[in-house]
């Protein structure tokens, strides 16, 4: 069935570090894909999109890159800050409408 | 502007009670969905209203599990005769249509049935 996953469920960095966090998924049609961003006792966060017809997608210190030939996602957080502790979910729209959560990455930056 | 907002924040049942879990999506947002969320886990899909609509229940669990969304915008979440797997957090999200914009999630309702 469709499955949108994380390649690892947990991410340690030094502050100041950049961060790179990646998920595969598995269904080729899907064509929106958000990544969201979940702090302890909080809803999930919008922190970028990106459509199947780009392949990089900027914002403010995170860069989503789409790789369709291998149905590759990755978020890349810059100069990672304390605040930025959180779990991390890429998610994904298929056919029927509906956004497919992947398991999380847990990022853990330290001082 | 105001965001989704979701009531009770937390809510304890003891085993057998009937729950009502309740969402104020964004102002002016069609779409409307409800997701439950175990710990440790994403957000797994329930059911989804376009305006009054319910165009999708396929993910819930059971048929103690009720959506309703009766003029368009509130939207109640109900769960009759709660078991202890019942205990997640349920999360309502709002865009303004559908399969084309981010979901808005609200801070969701921890339930724990005892």
């Known amino acids: 069935g469709e499955s949108v996953g994380l390649h690892l469920p947990t991410l340690s960095v030094q502050e100041g570090d950049n961060s790179i966090i990646n998920c595969a998924y598995s269904?080729?049609?899907?064509?929106?894909f958000i990544w969201y961003k979940q702090e302890s006792g909080k809803g999930p966060q919008f922190i970028i999109d990106?459509?199947?017809?780009?392949d990089k997608r900027q914002g403010q210190r995170v860069t989503v890159l789409l790789n369709k030939t291998v149905k590759h996602l990755s978020l890349q957080i810059a100069a990672t800050q304390p605040g930025d502790s959180a779990v991390y979910f890429c998610?994904?729209?298929?056919?029927?409408?509906?956004?497919?959560f992947g398991q999380g990455t847990e990022l853990s930056v330290k001082p | 502007g105001a965001g989704v907002s979701q009531s009770p924040r937390y809510k304890v049942a003891k085993r057998g009670q009937d729950v009502a879990l309740r969402c104020d999506p964004i102002?002016?947002?069609?779409?409307l969905f409800w997701y439950q969320q175990a710990l440790g886990q994403g957000p797994e899909f329930l059911t989804y209203?376009?305006?009054?609509?319910?165009?999708?229940k396929s993910g819930l669990p059971s048929d103690r599990f009720f959506a309703e969304r009766p003029e368009g915008s509130v939207s109640t979440l109900k769960i009759q005769r709660t078991q202890q797997e019942d205990s997640a957090v349920y999360l309502c999200?709002?865009?303004?249509?559908?399969?084309?914009?981010?979901?808005?999630f609200g801070n969701g309702t921890r339930l724990t049935v005892t």
């Open positions: 999200a709002s865009s303004i249509d559908r399969g084309n914009s981010p979901l808005h």
């Open positions: 102002s002016g947002h069609v779409s």
């Open positions: 990106i459509r199947s017809n780009m």
């Open positions: 998610a994904e729209y298929n056919q029927g409408g509906k956004l497919i």
């Open positions: 269904n080729s049609a899907s064509d929106y």
């Open positions: 209203f376009q305006n009054e609509a319910q165009l999708d």
